[in-house]
């Protein structure tokens, strides 16, 4: 199993990005999704999750600005990022609980690369 994050860039402040997370493998079934970010030198925290329902939950800092989203059909977690500002700026990761294919009804926790969100002032 694998997730695959993309959409990080450079954007200015007050503008948008998207970032995606596919998984591969084979999947039984994902419980939660979500991105947590990551600045050098600091613990890992948590952005947005949301569940197999689609209940989600959000970081103070982002709420009214962020928006998460998940394609059940695809596996795939989006993050809607907009008003960005430059205290946005790190790496964003994705972060999947899910039960493998074959695990024996256990879940496991799986994280993608890092995708590098620049905002400029």
């Known amino acids: 199993v694998q997730l695959q994050a993309s959409g990080g860039g450079l954007v200015q402040a007050g503008g948008s990005l998207r970032l995606s997370c596919a998984t591969s493998?084979?999947?039984?079934?994902?419980?939660?999704m979500g991105w947590y970010r990551q600045a050098p030198g600091k613990q890992r925290d948590l952005v947005a999750t949301?569940?197999?329902?689609?209940?989600?939950n959000y970081a103070d800092s982002v709420k009214g600005r962020f928006t998460i989203s998940r394609d059940n059909a695809k596996n795939t977690v989006y993050l809607q990022m907009n008003s960005l500002k430059p205290e946005d700026t790190t790496v964003y990761y994705c972060n999947a609980i899910l039960r493998p294919s074959g695990s024996g009804g256990r879940s496991y926790e799986y994280w993608g690369q890092g995708t590098l969100v620049t905002v400029s002032s």
């Open positions: 493998g084979s999947i039984f079934s994902i419980s939660s």
């Open positions: 949301i569940t197999s329902s689609g209940s989600t």
